[in-house]
Every structure is written in structure tokens, then in C-alpha cells.
């Protein structure tokens, strides 16, 4: 696991453990061939012909005037179609599922389902039920059995908000999802697939939790194929009064004193903080 791990690190695409079975290694293909077209698109953070570039028919519904989120929307728009996972990454209240939806919306699987799961409104215990499933008595209070979020999304994607608070058995069956498509319900031995796209989110310092023995290196390194990281509102203050002003509807007007003192403001709580405040 340490060569694995060593060589993600230096740059493999993916690894496979022995014996290699035949279905693994056409999968382990795809995906690499996959990443392999990603890495020739057009490098949008470089571009300096970004509004030529930007589409705002996907995003109609993100109020923004940050060149830094269009760069974030353009880079999702570009890499939607293809079915790797997206780690997206920045504070809390940022938007981070805004950005996760528009993957979802210009990807293949637009039409199939989009749940998402916060990881962080979880208790640990039951983490592992919520993405998996259960039998019925696989522990107490499982008195049905009941679907886990991968079958609920097969063919379509699954945004797993705050994954720094995944146990790590659950950081160890996401990371077997992620190299097979196979899992187990809580007490079942029965080996299912599911074709799930995975976008995962968190506003934590994964890096910081692999050295302190929180988070697989190994797992990091399948989330992380692509990072789409969506700076707080205080790196975007552009977007403070239009977005104030969405929020508020047109029945009101924002005194300029008011406008003055918001820019002022570092909204540490970000898009979600003024959403309130609104």
C-alpha cells in the first residue's frame, strides 16, 4: 500500500492490487484514459481569454462578477463531461454545491439522479449505513433493510459534502467504490455495482488530517483527480452587493451608507452569512 501511495504521489494514474482481474484492469484503462483527456483541455486557470470563453446559459442561476468563480464555473463546465472525481474545495458557506451542480448539470448523467450527503451532519456511526446501506438487524434500531445512497445514485452522481468526516472504514469502502464500483450493505455479504460519478467537498485541510492519521493518502489521491477550490466572498467582493441584491429581491433598496459598511465587512460565514443576513 506505501509503493501505491509513493507512486499516486510521484504521479501514477492508478494502481491495481494482485491478482488483477480482467474487469479491474478495463476499469483502472477507462478511468486513466479519462484523466489522460482532461489533462489536454484547454488549462483554464492560465487563460486569459476567459470571457470569450464563458457560457452564462449553464450559469443562470450563480450571481457573480468574481473572474476568479467564472475560472472555477468554466474549469466545471469543461471537465463535467467527463466521469472522474472533482474535489471541490474552500470555506465554509462559499458555494461549494453550487459548483458541484453545475458539474452535475452539464455532465452526461444530467438526467440521471444528484443526491447529495453532508458527511458532517452524520453521527459516525451511521456513515457508513447512509452511503452503503443496511440489512435489516445489521445493528441496533436496523429493523429495515434499506438502500444506501450509491444504489439510490446508480448512473448518476453523488456529491459527498464535508468528506473530511468520513470514518476511515468508510474512507476504506469509498476508496474500494472508487477502484471497482463494488460495496456490501451493512451486514450482507452480497457484493453489488453501482455506476456513481463522485464529487466530494470539504473546506478542511486533507493534507494536514493525512499526517495526523484522519484521512487516507490514498484515498485523497482518487478524490483529487480534478480540485475546483471556490475562494470565500472575502477574495470576491465584487459579488457582495449583486449578490445582496439577488438575495433581497427587487422590492428593496440597499441604503449606500449600508453598501459602504458591507464592503467593508469580511463576512466570514461568506455567500451563506449574507444570505441570512439579507
Known amino acids: 500500500a506505501r509503493t501505491a501511495v509513493e507512486c499516486l504521489r510521484r504521479g501514477a494514474y492508478d494502481y491495481l492490487v494482485k491478482p488483477v482481474r480482467q474487469e479491474d484492469l478495463i476499469f483502472a484503462l477507462n478511468?486513466?484514459?479519462?484523466?489522460?483527456?482532461?489533462l489536454d483541455i484547454?488549462?483554464?486557470?492560465?487563460?486569459?481569454?476567459?470571457?470569450?470563453?464563458?457560457d452564462p446559459e449553464p450559469f443562470k442561476p450563480i450571481v457573480t462578477r468574481s473572474r476568479n468563480v467564472l475560472r472555477v464555473l468554466k474549469a466545471a463546465e469543461l471537465h463535467a463531461k467527463s466521469n472522474v472525481?472533482?474535489?471541490?474545495?474552500?470555506?465554509?458557506?462559499?458555494?461549494k454545491e453550487k459548483v458541484a451542480q453545475v458539474l452535475q448539470a452539464n455532465s452526461r448523467r444530467a438526467d440521471e439522479p444528484f443526491l447529495a450527503v453532508n458527511m458532517g451532519a452524520l453521527p459516525g456511526d451511521l456513515m457508513e449505513s447512509e452511503l452503503f446501506g443496511h440489512e435489516a438487524g445489521a445493528f441496533t434500531g436496523a429493523s429495515k433493510t434499506r438502500a444506501g445512497r450509491f444504489e439510490a445514485a446508480d448512473g448518476g452522481t453523488l456529491f459527498l459534502d464535508e468528506i473530511g468526516n468520513l470514518s476511515l472504514p468508510g474512507q476504506a469502502k469509498?476508496?474500494?467504490v472508487l477502484q471497482t464500483g463494488e460495496f456490501e450493505r451493512l451486514g450482507s455479504s452480497v457484493t453489488r455495482t453501482a455506476?456513481?460519478?463522485?464529487?466530494?467537498?470539504?473546506?478542511?485541510?486533507?493534507?494536514?488530517?493525512?499526517?495526523?492519521?484522519?484521512?487516507?493518502?490514498?484515498?485523497?489521491?482518487?478524490?483529487?483527480?480534478?480540485?475546483?477550490?471556490?475562494?470565500?466572498?472575502?477574495?470576491?467582493?465584487?459579488?457582495?452587493?449583486?449578490?445582496?441584491?439577488?438575495?433581497?429581491?427587487?422590492e428593496?433598496?440597499?441604503?449606500?451608507?449600508?453598501?459602504?459598511?458591507?464592503?467593508?465587512?469580511?463576512?466570514?460565514?461568506?455567500?451563506?452569512?449574507?444570505?441570512?443576513?439579507?
Open 42 to 54: 484547454l488549462d483554464i486557470e492560465k487563460s486569459d481569454d476567459l470571457p470569450q470563453l464563458i
Open 31 to 38: 478511468r486513466t484514459l479519462e484523466r489522460k483527456r482532461l
Open 85 to 95: 472525481p472533482v474535489l471541490i474545495t474552500g470555506p465554509n458557506g462559499s458555494g
Open 174 to 176: 469509498l476508496l474500494r
Open 195 to 250: 455506476s456513481v460519478r463522485v464529487l466530494s467537498a470539504t473546506n478542511m485541510d486533507l493534507k494536514a488530517a493525512i499526517a495526523d492519521g484522519l484521512f487516507r493518502e490514498d484515498l485523497f489521491y482518487r478524490l483529487n483527480v480534478i480540485e475546483l477550490r471556490i475562494p470565500g466572498l472575502a477574495q470576491r467582493r465584487d459579488d457582495i452587493l449583486p449578490l445582496a441584491r439577488f438575495f433581497l429581491g427587487g
Open 252 to 278: 428593496y433598496e440597499i441604503a449606500a451608507e449600508t453598501e459602504r459598511l458591507m464592503l467593508r465587512y469580511p463576512w466570514p460565514g461568506n455567500v451563506r452569512e449574507l444570505r441570512n443576513a439579507m
